[in-house]
């Protein structure tokens, strides 16, 4: 079957810190990665995604490149900001239509600290 | 900005008690999801619904589960007979239809709501 791994949390950091949280997966066929973000009383927004191997994707400062030789998906950011602090999931599809479920991680609590 | 709405934002019940979450999907959105959460677990796939009918369903989604889209813009899960393990955070998700031609890499972003906490006592 289909799973996702994330890296045990939470993580806690110093603003302009170095972010990495890692991520690996399983899965039978082709999957689509994603990385969701959950903001503290909202619901989970897509980050970033990559659907083909060495695709990278990045959005407000956050890159991910999907390794299939890893099986991989590591989010990373350079500098985090305190208004990063949040949950992040990370995801995948496998679908051969253009609507299908996502198989999520645990999710990992980041706080940034002034 | 459109945005999935989900009521009430907390509901406490006792067990064996029928409890019902509703969502407001974005309204030109024809796919809808239900996922749930149990504190301090993954997020799971409960079930997918498209044109008044389900899609797809998990292990998890047995008979005390439904799904209904009664008035057009409400998405509704019903749990008949709730038990202990039914506590967790209940999110509802919708996307846009499927590209016309159907294809097999495309992916449509699922739009989230805040989710529900369903404490079951």
């Known amino acids: 079957g289909n799973s996702v791994t994330q890296m045990e949390g939470p993580v806690t950091l110093s603003e302009e810190a170095f972010l990495t949280i890692n991520c690996t997966y399983t899965?039978?066929?082709?999957?689509?990665l994603f990385w969701y973000v959950q903001y503290p009383g909202e619901g989970l927004q897509l980050l970033l995604k990559a659907t083909k191997a060495d695709d990278k994707g990045s959005n407000k400062g956050f890159e991910a490149t999907y390794r299939k030789e890893t099986t991989s998906f590591h989010l990373e950011k350079g500098s985090v900001q305190v208004s990063d602090s949040a949950v992040y999931f990370c995801a995948l599809s496998v679908s051969t239509g253009a609507n299908s479920k996502l198989t999520f991680g645990k999710g990992i609590t980041l706080s940034v600290r002034p | 900005e459109p945005e999935v709405t989900q009521t009430p934002s907390h509901q406490v019940t006792q067990m064996g008690q029928e409890v019902i979450l509703r969502c407001v999907p974005i309204s030109n959105h024809l796919y809808f999801y239900w996922y749930r959460q149990i504190l301090g677990q993954k997020v799971e796939f409960l079930v997918s619904f498209y044109n008044n009918e389900i899609s797809e369903k998990s292990e998890i989604f047995d008979d005390q589960f439904s799904v209904e889209r009664p008035d057009g813009s409400n998405f509704t899960l019903k749990i008949r007979s709730t038990k202990l393990e039914d506590s967790a955070m209940y999110f509802c998700?919708?996307?846009?239809?499927?590209?016309?031609?159907?294809?097999?890499?495309?992916?449509?972003?699922?739009?989230f709501g805040p989710g529900t906490r369903l404490t079951v006592l």
């Open positions: 998700a919708s996307s846009e239809p499927g590209l016309a031609g159907g294809s097999t890499r495309a992916y449509n972003e699922q739009f």
């Open positions: 899965a039978t066929g082709y999957p689509s």
